[in-house]
Antibody, heavy 123, light 108 residues
Framework: EVHLVESGGGLVQPGGSLRLSCTTS????????MHWVRQTPGKGLEWVSG????????AYADSVKGRFTISRDNAKNSLFLQLNSLRPEDTALYYC????????????????WGQGTPVTVSS | DIQMTQSPSSLSASVGDTVTITCRTS??????LSWYQQRPGGAPNLLIY???TLQGGVPSRFSGSGSGTDFTLTISGLQPDDFATYYC??????????FGPGTKVDIQ
């Protein structure tokens, strides 16, 4: 059974840093691109960042570019998100999600999600 | 960047009703669209991918259609478990994805 478990969230002051982790099991981790998605309290979903199975392609939302860094360790079946220069507007529940890509149709989607780890940026 | 709109932003319906949610994109995305259900306090759950393919285990009362820039999610015969928020997601551009703003389905 596929599992994604996020950790590392917490309360941090503006300008501070956090490192989020997503530990996975139940599938061959290095077969899949992985992503981070966040949801601010009472609001919608925002894609944050994603990377391919071999980390060759990495992308960020404009709102986090230059402040957040995504990475993965395929040997440990884990995904990470380093959050630096945090702002109050980064307060959110951060989810990791697995991307499934169908080359025949050239489309992809997120088939598994974790339960999220909360990040609160406040003084 | 591809912009997404969803309509309506919220709706009230009764058990047994058929509801339709629309997602529109600012440029063509062929069929690179998926739909997710999110219940309060829960993570999003995949319903439909490639615009119209039902994810395994999802009830057949959910259906999706569309291509290009206009897409719909239809729930035929609303059940109590279906009262939730629904999001569309475009994945046309590699590693640059966008969610729609969401549609909340409430009990009338």
């Amino acid at each position: 059974e596929v599992h994604l478990v996020e950790s590392g969230g917490g309360l941090v002051q503006p300008g501070g840093s956090l490192r989020l982790s997503c530990t996975t099991s139940g599938f061959t981790f290095n077969d899949f691109a992985m992503h981070w998605v966040r949801q601010t309290p009472g609001k919608g979903l925002e894609w944050v960042s994603g990377l391919t199975w071999n980390s060759e392609l990495i992308a960020y939302a404009d709102s986090v570019k230059g402040r957040f860094t995504i990475s993965r360790d395929n040997a440990k079946n884990s995904l990470f998100l380093q959050l630096n220069s945090l702002r109050p507007e980064d307060t959110a529940l951060y989810y990791c999600a697995r991307e499934v890509y169908d080359p025949t149709g050239d489309h992809s989607h997120f088939d598994y999600w974790g339960q999220g780890t909360p990040v609160t940026v406040s003084s | 960047d591809i912009q997404m709109t969803q309509s309506p932003s919220s709706l009230s319906a009764s058990v047994g009703d058929t509801v339709t949610i629309t997602c529109r994109t600012s440029q063509t995305i062929t069929k690179s669209l998926s739909w997710y259900q999110q219940r309060p306090g829960g993570a999003p759950n995949l319903l439909i991918y490639a615009a119209s393919t039902l994810q395994g285990g999802v009830p057949s009362r959910f259906s999706g259609s569309g291509s290009g820039t206009d897409f719909t999610l239809t729930i035929s015969g609303l059940q109590p478990d279906d009262f939730a928020t629904y999001y569309c997601l475009q994945s046309y551009t590699t590693l640059s994805l966008t969610f729609g703003p969401g549609t909340k389905v409430d009990i009338q």
